[in-house]
């Protein structure tokens, strides 16, 4: 049973609208596309996971916090007898584990070994049950999903599950029965319930209003080359349509979300949107999804 869905995290969706309004510096870019190809792996993952049997509960993307510690999971599986403490990984190409760290075999570059930061995770996660006076079996697993993925090395010992090792991890699991009860349920909804939805120590990048290239791009391919036909908007660069109303929306909460200071007004949402249309149609699209507040003169949107 899915108790929470997996959505992205705010750091990856501030990074995906500025990409494609402004030019992100090479650092920014490269966390961009590792939060994006983060997140496609735990999208896979989950579809696999879906085929599970027997009652457990599924718990996705918790932030939590434990003695001003912060520490994120990408997937809690709660079954009878044990919390599987899930960590996807979706790197690819070749690495290797030499004295504890993580290397890429192509040019030896070193990177955070997660089997590290899964062994915190999990120590913290322990600390937070004792404090809860909860007792559960906590087991935790660096899942790498990608099957363009090859480790070497790895210690036997390491709780790491290989891409060719998956589909057995989740047969096993779909093996072992699981009957779960009313304490399982509560154990659920206090993590739930405890998930931070801002992690603190995110550093976005800097960026100011007037900096940003304004108008409507395509959701497929970002080009702001779009043509109104009918009730859609018509990417000239791929042809992608979307209806006009879902393209105002999605922009709404990409500007309510880069600017949570400015108000949602008819005149600001015009002005970021930037394309040919009246504002009679952006009042009558935000009076109908939001609801309105403030006089005639000044009215905004929540």
């Not at 210690?155 to 589909?167: E, G």
């Not at 989740?170 to 779960?180: A, E, F, W, Y």
């Not at 500007?255 to 949602?264: G, N, T």
């Amino acid at each position: 049973m899915l108790l929470k869905d997996r959505t992205e995290s705010e750091e990856l969706l501030v990074l995906r609208y500025l990409d494609a309004r402004m030019e992100l510096t090479e650092k920014e870019r490269y966390r961009h596309l590792n939060l994006e190809k983060g997140f496609e792996g735990e999208l896979q993952f989950d579809k696999l996971a879906e085929n599970l049997q027997e009652e457990r509960y599924v718990v996705n993307d918790l932030l939590l916090e434990v003695n001003n510690s912060y520490f994120q999971i990408d997937k809690f599986i709660i079954s009878q007898g044990v919390i599987h403490l899930l960590d996807i990984k979706n790197y690819e190409g070749e690495c290797y584990i030499k004295s504890g760290n993580l290397y890429t075999v192509a040019n030896h570059r070193e990177y955070k070994n997660p089997v590290d930061q899964l062994k915190r995770a999990a120590l913290l996660l322990r600390q937070l049950l004792h404090n809860l006076k909860l007792n559960y079996l906590v087991e935790p697993f660096v899942i790498f999903i990608n099957p363009e993925f090859t480790l070497y090395q790895a210690p036997l010992d390491d709780p790491i599950i290989l891409p060719t090792q998956v589909n057995g991890f989740l047969r096993d699991l779909n093996n072992t029965p699981s009957k779960l009860n009313d304490g399982h349920k509560k154990l659920a909804q206090i993590l739930i319930s405890l998930h931070k939805t801002k992690n603190p120590f995110t550093v976005f990048p800097t960026y100011t209003y007037d900096q940003l290239h304004k108008g409507i791009y395509c959701k497929t391919c970002k080009s702001f080359l779009l043509s109104i036909k009918n009730y859609d908007f018509v990417c000239g660069k791929c042809g992608r349509h979307e209806k006009i109303e879902d393209a105002i929306l999605r922009n709404v909460k990409e500007f309510s979300l880069l600017f949570p200071d400015r108000k949602i007004t008819t005149q600001s949402i015009y002005e970021w949107c930037n394309v040919n249309l009246s504002k009679r149609t952006f009042c009558r699209i935000l009076k109908k999804n939001y609801t309105a507040f403030g006089n005639t003169c000044d009215t905004y949107y929540k």
